[in-house]
């Protein structure tokens, strides 16, 4: 019974010493791809300030550059972002056509623990999406 609690105790002083994963967060940031579809080429290029607020991200699709408006730079949370997931929808021209999603994440190997997402039309019109 002895060695049974003093291998129990073992066990859980080794676990609690474990290393734990941590987020390596963007500084910046360049992501390009050729596209989809009729989506054309898109890149989108993000940089933040030294205490981990975005100062400028800037996307190039549809043929032309747009420049995230200081409203959503602002909203995106400080939070250490360390993924970004690009999509594209053909869409209806009369729910603004072509769009693309930029999702700002964070998360683990064991999956993502928070989202946030951005979608640009290609009337050049920003949207947040909660």
Not at 12 to 36: H, R, W, Y
Not at 68 to 97: D, H, M, R, V, W
Not at 103 to 113: C, E, H, N, R
Request: proline share 3%; no cysteine.
């Amino acid at each position: 019974m002895k060695l049974i609690t003093i291998t129990l105790a073992l066990i859980l002083s080794i676990a609690a010493n474990a290393s734990q994963e941590g987020v390596l967060p963007f500084s910046e940031f360049t992501i390009k791809s050729g596209g989809i579809g009729e989506s054309g080429p898109v890149e989108i290029i993000g940089i933040k300030s030294s205490d981990g607020v975005f100062v400028s991200i800037t996307v190039n699709a549809f043929g032309k550059n747009h420049h995230f408006p200081k409203s959503i730079l602002k909203e995106i949370p400080a939070i250490n972002q360390n993924g970004i997931q690009l999509t594209y929808e053909a869409g209806y021209s009369s729910l603004g056509g072509k769009t693309i999603y930029i999702q700002f994440q964070k998360g683990f190997t064991s999956g993502v623990q928070s989202k946030f997402l951005v979608a640009l039309n290609e009337q050049g019109s920003f949207e947040v999406l909660k």
